[in-house]
DNA sequence: CTCCGATGTATACGGTGTTAACATATGGGG
DNA sequence: CCCCATATGTTAACACCGTATACATCGGAG
């Protein structure tokens, strides 16, 4: 299986895919570009047909990818964490290291967070082996994890897991967009770190039992 | 000034925005193609260019369009409102109308609310009279008005308004993207509602002092 | 070795954004 | 009242895109 440089590429998918990616990194979702992925991979732009259904197709597939690489995103930030022996705590942190890594990402590759999320993302690919990071785990699914482990450790009562992904989601995915696409974008980055630790207790009060919690600190 | 139907259109430029903004209603943003908003002003492609840079001008007039649509509905929803004499109570009352509004705009209309807030508006924007609706304010002042309001009511400690208008729509936005565009689109609307009381009662909590005052009602 | 399926090519079509040159209606100044 | 400058629309063309069809070639299975 030498690399043969002749017109059979090898894997020509994965070109493409990366070629959309690379597009999709500067340019966002719109950039994508079926001719342009095939030129770069040094191949007619029909070529791609013999991969994708259509152009459409191409793009989920770099949508997949980039989602992939928020699951890496968020795997990050959870591996830096250093635990404390205390499951209730450390589970809190896991679940914020979910929230910081997504909006951590989002600001740093905002063309990427934008075409991971776009408008064709249903739950049918909610545990895509493509859409997954190292751990296996999609974004979404390293959410509920992180749910589930707060009512394992005894941080969440059960009763309030119900729906709590959603009410998660909502809060640091609307940050993440106002931060790119928003008012926010323009502000201090300063004001978005502020922000983004404020959503986040915004959401963990919401979630968890001790509305005291939050001190007049 | 009769309406003359020769070639001398009248008002183009409106008509244009107008057939750009039932192309979106249908379709979002990737719908409003410049061409077919056009041909439907019974006019040639090449006489929008008289009155739009380009199409992104184009799609940024009906883009205004439909953001102006959402604060009609946000004060649809307030209007709705009964006064009940407790000015807290009110203010509280009408802060939760503009969540309601807006979530209730984006499941309504989703097309047109993922054209009103695209990639592009930014902060420059935020008081553009194309952007308001019947007060002359646009969905984002509608939110700081109805923040400021809390504040002199007494109902929120001043020292939590900075950047409260940023939480809030992180919240609320965040749960309209999921609803129309995320996992949740598939799911049972009743659930849904669920979730969008329980979103804005999140971002209260986290806004205001009381926890307790969130009525069921 | 031969043949056949998988993969890439050549070419063409319609649609889109955009531009340049041209035409006409409109309204204000002589 | 006429005339012409300007605003507004038309015509025709260009480059690009997604996509389909017919053809060419590689590479392995029999």
Redesign the interface.
């Known amino acids: 299986m030498s690399t043969r440089e002749s017109y059979r590429h090898g894997d020509l998918r994965r070109a493409l895919v990366k070629a959309g990616t690379a597009l999709a990194r500067k340019g966002?979702p719109a950039a994508v570009v079926l001719r342009e992925a095939t030129r770069r991979a040094g191949v007619t732009a029909a070529a791609a047909y013999r991969h994708f259904a259509d152009h459409q197709a191409l793009l989920e597939a770099v949508c997949a990818s980039a989602q992939a690489l928020v699951a890496i995103a968020i795997e990050r930030e959870q591996a830096e964490l250093t635990a404390t022996g205390d499951p209730r705590e450390d589970a809190i942190a896991r679940f914020r290291a979910v929230g910081q890594g997504y909006i951590r990402f989002a600001r740093a590759e905002p063309n990427l967070f934008?075409t991971a999320?776009?408008?064709s993302?249903?739950?049918h690919g909610?545990d895509d082996p493509a859409r997954a990071g190292r751990t296996g785990k999609t974004p979404?699914r390293l959410l509920t994890s992180a749910l589930d482990d707060l009512v394992v450790s005894g941080a969440m009562p059960p009763q309030r897991r119900t729906?709590a992904e959603?009410?998660a989601?909502?809060?640091?995915?609307?940050?993440a967009?106002?931060a790119?696409?928003?008012?926010?974008?323009?502000?201090d980055p300063k004001?978005t770190d502020?922000?983004t630790e404020?959503?986040i207790?915004?959401?963990q009060?919401?979630?968890l039992i001790t509305?005291q919690a939050k001190g007049t600190s």
């Open positions: 966002g934008r999320f776009l408008p993302q249903d739950l909610i979404f729906g959603f009410l989601w909502s809060g640091v995915h609307g940050l967009t106002l790119i696409d928003g008012p926010l974008r323009a502000l004001l502020m922000l404020r959503v207790d915004m959401v009060e919401g979630l509305p």
